[in-house]
């Protein structure tokens, strides 16, 4: 069985400031780990992914995220906030050998001026 | 590459009737998965098709269904529509390597259904 844990249902950082999305995840096969984004009235788009090559895994747009075994996280990092960034984050967990996705309730990210 | 397209981007329909919406994969992707999103449960894994066969499955009734074509296209249906089965419907593709979980997967916009 394989699920995710959003820790949190909505982040506010200002303009400028560290983002931090939390995750944890749990998997009784070795995972593959994603984090995608929905901006508003959008589909998702793929931040990055943890495919057992590298624990720290950097993605797009700034974002970069690290892969922990023994704490069960891969939390998301980003060091400074923009507008844009604004959305909706969800991390997704699979298995090694299929695409049986399962995504986390989601974070609010929201980036005051 | 064109994206993943999903048509029509809208539907509304009522209780009982039956609805097939469709999703073309970007081009030399075989594997399709479709995913229900509501506010109440997020987003759901529906199924995953792969050169025309169900390769994974969900936890939704029988009234979900699916098939993919030849030419790697899906189409999903849901027959006897209830009002919980109003949600954002979203298609993603990718390259599906058979055994391969580290495919990255492609959305298209979706489709809004509403059910009324």
């Known amino acids: 069985a394989q699920s995710v844990t959003q820790l949190d249902s909505h982040v506010s950082v200002s303009e400028g400031t560290p983002v931090l999305l939390r995750c944890n995840y749990s998997s009784s096969y070795s995972p593959s780990l994603f984090w995608y984004v929905q901006h508003p009235n959008k589909g998702l788009q793929l931040l990055l992914k943890y495919t057992s090559a590298a624990t720290l895994v950097k993605g797009i747009n700034g974002f970069e995220a690290e892969f922990k075994k023994s704490e069960t996280s891969f939390h998301l990092t980003k060091p400074s906030a923009h507008m844009s960034d604004a959305a909706e984050y969800f991390c997704?967990?699979?298995?090694?050998?299929?695409?049986?996705?399962?995504f986390g309730a989601g974070t609010r990210l929201t980036v005051k001026p | 590459k064109a994206g993943v397209t999903q048509t029509p981007r809208y539907l509304i329909k009522t209780r009982g009737q039956q609805v097939t919406l469709s999703c073309s994969p970007i081009s030399g992707h075989r594997s399709v998965s479709w995913y229900q999103q509501t506010p109440g449960q997020g987003l759901q894994f529906l199924f995953e098709y792969f050169s025309e066969t169900q390769r994974n499955k969900g936890n939704f009734p029988g009234r979900f269904s699916g098939r993919q074509f030849s030419n790697s296209r899906s189409e999903m249906n849901v027959s006897t529509l209830e009002l919980g089965d109003s949600a954002l419907y979203l298609c993603?593709?990718?390259?599906?390597?058979?055994?391969?979980?580290?495919?990255?997967?492609?959305f298209g916009p979706g489709t809004r259904l509403t059910v009324l």
């Open positions: 993603a593709s990718s390259p599906g390597i058979a055994g391969g979980g580290y495919n990255e997967q492609f």
């Open positions: 997704v967990v699979s298995p090694y050998n299929n695409n049986d996705m399962r």
